[in-house]
């Protein structure tokens, strides 16, 4: 077993593009007349393929900043409790509003849109040997599948660069070709963690499009310790967490009022009670609401996992259910939770026994990653003993957004 977290750029990332294609010499030079934005035609160079890619990352990351709260707010996975106005969002009605999903549509495509333009501008420079063998442009196709996936987990429906409007699963199909893409690239540059990178990301688009025994191809191709993280850091011109400055410098969003409040000993889960210097609970930013930190993320430079090897477990854990294998899904579940010193669980009785620890054992491996709330619309469509109750008289996706509709000229 390995452990090891994979950075989706570098601080390439941060302000050095302008420089790209520079020689070392050329760096300290103050000789430069009104340099201003790079030229189109200055990005077609292999030089620039490192900042390319870097681009790509800065989008993703703040495509996922822009909406993890909205996200963990209607999924339940927090409560809220501070002086921001969010709507209908924590009742789970997500549709009144579209004109206020209009910045986190727009940038969830922004991260698709730049990540596979790039992808297609690479394809110019490079001769096709070098391609399929690059390490960027593996990681490339990597980050153009993760803006895909995500894309497909919170859309109820999608539009693709101004086209008509289409299935969530839409993007789904294309984050299949990509990781696809990115597995066989990343084999050629021999980089095992963007091939494990593009497995996992490969094993959920599976499972979301029913293929089952294809998720658990991909999955066990990923070990128990490997993350993929989206980037933030505190570096000028960086993407913060943003979620760690509300939840640690201001209290906007406190685990009191989520699914979690009352969950204390569970490792994936962690969270405490802030007290006021008289020893009383701390209240939310409104005043009222009492506060319960979040401590998953504490620093505004934590990143973001796209892909654990514990949760790829959970999803090995899912399709044995769905086959019947009780003692195969427990047997999942608790390599997952060896990994966080967790005791084993015992094997349900019964299916129907099994699917309320399925869906909390995979809801705790992904708290706050902003993952949950498609898990709740798939389990919910699907009905039965596998829908999560608290998913009843909620919505567990968000409409095209008003903007968009009102732009596009197809929809």
């Known amino acids: ?50 900042g390319i890619v870097a681009g790509m990352s800065f989008d993703l990351s703040q495509s996922i900043d822009g909406a993890l709260q909205d996200i963990n707010v209607a999924d339940g996975d927090t409560g809220h ?17 579209p004109e206020d999903w209009d910045g986190e549509f727009g940038s969830f495509q922004q991260a698709r849109w730049v990540a596979e ?14 391609f399929e063998g690059n390490v960027f442009v593996a990681r490339a196709y990597v980050l153009a599948g993760f803006a895909n996936l995500r894309l497909g987990e919170v859309q109820c429906t999608s539009t ?36 494990q990178a593009a497995h996992g990301g490969r094993a959920s688009v599976r499972a979301w499009l029913l293929d089952w025994a294809g998720a658990v ?37 406190s685990v009191f009022g989520s699914n979690w409040e009352f969950v204390t000993d569970d490792a994936r889960v962690p969270w405490e009670i802030l007290r ?20 998953l993320f504490q620093d505004e430079g934590d990143d973001m996992p796209l892909i654990r090897g514990t949760e790829m477990l959970t999803l090995r854990a ?3 259910l769905r086959s019947g294998d009780l003692p195969g899904m427990t047997a999942r579940l608790n390599e997952a939770r060896d990994f966080y010193g967790m005791d084993d669980l015992a094997v349900p009785a019964s299916v129907a026994d099994a699917w309320p620890i399925m869906r909390f054992e995979r809801a705790a491996t992904v708290w706050l990653m902003g993952k949950r709330i498609y898990d709740l619309r798939r389990w919910k469509d699907e ?29």
């Open 276 to 295: 006021d210097p008289a020893g009383e609970i701390q209240k939310g930013q409104d005043g009222e609401t009492p506060f319960y930190q979040q401590e």
């Open 383 to 411: 009905g039965g003993v596998v829908a999560e109750p608290f998913a009843a008289d909620r919505d567990t996706c968000w409409d095209i957004s008003d903007e968009e509709r009102r732009s596009n000229p197809n929809l």
């Open 160 to 195: 693709i660069d101004g086209g008509p409007e289409v299935s969530n699963t839409e993007h789904f199909n294309r984050a299949d070709s990509l990781f696809t893409r990115a597995a066989a690239v990343a084999a050629a540059a021999g980089d095992d963690d963007l091939m």
């Open 1 to 50: 077993m390995t452990s090891m977290s994979k950075k989706l750029g570098t601080l390439a990332l941060f302000g050095l593009v302008p420089m790209v294609g520079l020689g070392c010499g050329d760096v300290l030079s103050l000789d430069v007349e009104a340099p201003g934005r790079i030229t189109e035609d200055a990005l077609n160079s292999e030089q620039a393929i490192p």
């Open 318 to 320: 899912e399709a044995a």
């Open 117 to 130: 333009d790039g992808l297609r501008r690479i394809a110019t420079i490079l001769e096709p040997a070098a």
């Open 81 to 97: 409790g501070g002086s921001y106005d969010l709507g209908t969002y924590p009742r789970g009605i997500l549709f009144d509003t």
């Open 217 to 253: 191809a991909e999955a066990q191709q990923v070990d128990v310790g490997f993350t993929y993280d989206a980037i933030f850091s505190l570096a000028v011109g960086a993407v913060s967490n943003d979620f760690v400055f509300e939840t640690h410098d201001r209290f906007e969003y």
